[in-house]
């Protein structure tokens, strides 16, 4: 067979737009998760209204009464008690309304923030389950995690503190310019003036606020990621005795952090303060030219009363945007990032109509394929750019992993696949369950190519057991169950017994209901193999791929896991992936891969009479075992 490749084709080259383009403003993606919880939304709008409009009654009640008590003394005194006691009257029932509102206002508040959060977290996790493999062999989990569970939080804060809020502040300070403007035209517009300089300092402010606020969380996220890595690598750093260094290495990390939140406290703090003073300068002007207003004549002493009671609750959403201005661009800041994730396209995508019945015969073929990393690139590094943590794709991921491969395996077949680390051999059998898709060629499963088939009726065919098995923190029967939930108990029973695991599942206190630590940690590496059998059993698929199923166990280990594969090949078309060769003697065929290149394929003897690559191996392992 030539090793020669022929010149790659030109559909290899693949050119992929930016998603963030395309993606929504930030405070557009909130809205319309808003939109879909309304009633909520009105009801927070309703009560905001309300009490914006009972904050009106206050200075009329106490103008009116400053009125009241300067006006002549010759108007009957229980005239103006009677009139003193209604003014009372309806600052009490005020006060018990607006009591009344700000807990139907916050109530209604929080039920529309968190259940925009929870939308938000689950439209989050449903695309992170959409993204490829390829994706997370390069993101950090910690920085996962973080946009999940900390930066929707901060996103959806934005509804506690801003869309309804601003929207109600808005309404508030159009109102009361209206009735300063009313009460006394020359002493609105002074007050008016000091407005140019407060957009003025926001216009400047405003995007470092915004850029402070986008490097605190994506150091937070970093950190996130650093302690996610620590915890998962406790076995490794306690060999290593590196536990001083990973408590300074995290320690530098959290002064980093906390340098980041002081530098975004500093410039949030510098507008409030903007937002202060306005306030205080409003008042003094108020006071200053208001009092010479009254002094001419040209105010009375209440309707100077009710025009400083009205530019304060001018100057409240003035204040409360300069307070929370540093909370908003945080939200800004987290939204962005939340909606950089969301913007990412899957690599592998189904097609408009795909073919919904699962294979029932299990023949593959592989025609002409070509495979490199650089089409999942686009996916991995939208998310470390937005974490401040981009990382250079190295030259060999770059290059084809697997070029010009045909091969195919009838139904029932037992196919090895063999060569040395870096030859491609879990590349390829990854593309079968389309955990990626080629750069070239094609892969069939009985006749049709796999992008014609839906993922669900793809990979309910296909079964793995990897090198490391997996499994999730809960009991051995849901750990068995994983890819049939629906499976009976006797079901269960007999996929254990056939993968030789029911030995030791009845040796357990709580049997098939024992708890499993995370990842299985309590139980041993043949006992956790034997186990991702049983859960490839029960899901009875028609197509399996074991990778290195058995190369990380001992002796004994091995072989009780070697009859349960046995059981589990049984009338399946079955790919193997070992470094062991002796396990794989009695494959039907061997291809041989070399650098990603298929060649040499044929039976154990044939290989070994033809004195090739395989031979080669096999020799060496010899010597050494």
Not at 28 to 35: D, E, F, S
Not at 102 to 125: C, E, K, P, Q, T
Not at 245 to 261: C, D, K, P
């Amino acid at each position: 067979m030539s090793s020669s490749a022929p010149a790659i084709p030109a559909a290899c080259a693949r050119t992929d737009p930016a998603p963030a383009a395309r993606s929504p403003h930030p405070l557009r993606l909130v809205l319309g998760y808003v939109g879909r919880h309304r009633a909520y939304a009105i009801w927070t709008l309703l009560f905001g209204t309300i009490g914006f409009a009972l904050s009106f009654v206050y200075p009329w009640v106490t103008g009116s009464m400053v009125d009241l008590l300067t006006r002549p003394s010759s108007i009957a005194t229980a005239s103006r008690e009677r009139e003193l006691g209604l003014l009372t009257l309806a600052a009490g029932l005020t006060a018990m309304l607006h009591a009344a509102v700000v807990y139907g206002r916050g109530h209604a508040n929080v039920h529309l923030g968190h259940s925009v959060v929870v939308d938000l977290r689950r439209a989050l996790f449903e695309h992170l389950q959409r993204l490829s493999v390829g994706f997370y062999a390069r993101a950090r989990t910690g920085g996962l995690l973080s946009r999940v569970i900390h930066d929707v939080h901060e996103a959806t804060s934005l509804i506690y503190l801003g869309v309804i809020v601003a929207a109600l502040d808005a309404a508030q300070l159009s109102l009361a310019v209206c009735l300063l403007l009313r009460e006394n035209l020359k002493l609105a517009l002074a007050c008016l003036l000091l407005f140019p300089l407060y957009a003025l300092v926001f216009v400047v402010m405003n995007p470092r606020v915004r850029r402070a606020s986008e490097r605190m969380q994506a150091q937070f996220s970093r950190l996130t990621a650093d302690v996610c890595e620590q915890i998962a690598g406790q076995a490794l750093i306690k060999t290593y005795t590196a536990e001083a260094r990973e408590i300074r290495r995290f320690e530098h990390g959290l002064w980093r952090h906390h340098e980041l939140v002081l530098a975004q406290s500093h410039l949030g703090h510098l507008v409030a303060s903007a937002g202060e003073v306005l306030v205080h300068c409003g008042t003094t002007v108020v006071v200053g030219y208001g009092g010479l207003l009254a002094l001419n004549g040209e105010l009375s002493a209440g309707r100077l009363t009710r025009f400083l009671g009205y530019v304060m609750l001018m100057f409240g959403p003035v204040r409360r945007l300069a307070e929370l201005n540093a909370g908003y661009q945080s939200s800004f800041a987290a939204i962005r990032r939340v909606r950089d994730i969301l913007a990412i396209e899957p690599s592998v995508v189904e097609v408009s109509e795909p073919r919904r019945e699962a294979p029932t015969h299990g023949h593959v073929r592989f025609e002409n394929v070509w495979f490199r990393y650089d089409g999942e690139r686009s996916e991995a590094e939208a998310e470390l750019a937005a974490d401040g943590d981009r990382r250079a794709v190295s030259a060999a991921r770059s290059d084809y992993v697997l070029r010009n491969i045909s091969l195919e395996a009838r139904p029932g077949e037992r196919i090895a696949i063999v060569g040395a680390s870096g030859a491609g051999k879990s590349t390829l059998l990854a593309l079968l369950p389309r955990l990626y898709d080629p750069s070239s060629g094609r892969v069939l499963v009985d006749g049709t190519s796999v992008r014609e088939y839906s993922l669900l009726a793809l990979r309910s065919a296909i079964g793995v057991v990897q090198q490391g098995s997996f499994l999730f923190t809960g009991t051995i029967r849901d750990n068995i169950a994983y890819g049939r939930p629906e499976a009976s108990d006797e079901e269960i029973v007999a996929a254990a017994r056939a993968a030789y695991a029911d030995e030791f599942i009845e040796r357990l206190p709580d049997g098939y209901h024992a708890v499993l630590g995370e990842r299985g940690v309590n139980l041993s590496g043949g006992q956790q193999q034997r186990l991702s059998i049983a859960r490839a059993l029960l899901k009875n698929p028609r197509i399996l791929i074991l990778d290195e199923a058995t190369s990380s166990l001992d002796a004994a280990s091995e072989r009780a896991v070697q009859d349960a594969l046995e059981n589990l090949m049984r009338d399946r078309t079955c790919f193997i992936i070992a470094h062991r060769l002796s396990t794989i003697r009695h494959a039907d065929r061997i291809v041989v891969l070399d650098q990603g290149r298929l060649v040499e394929v044929g039976r154990h003897d044939e290989l070994v009479a033809a004195g090739g690559r395989y031979a080669r191996l096999l020799e060496c392992q010899t010597e050494l075992g």
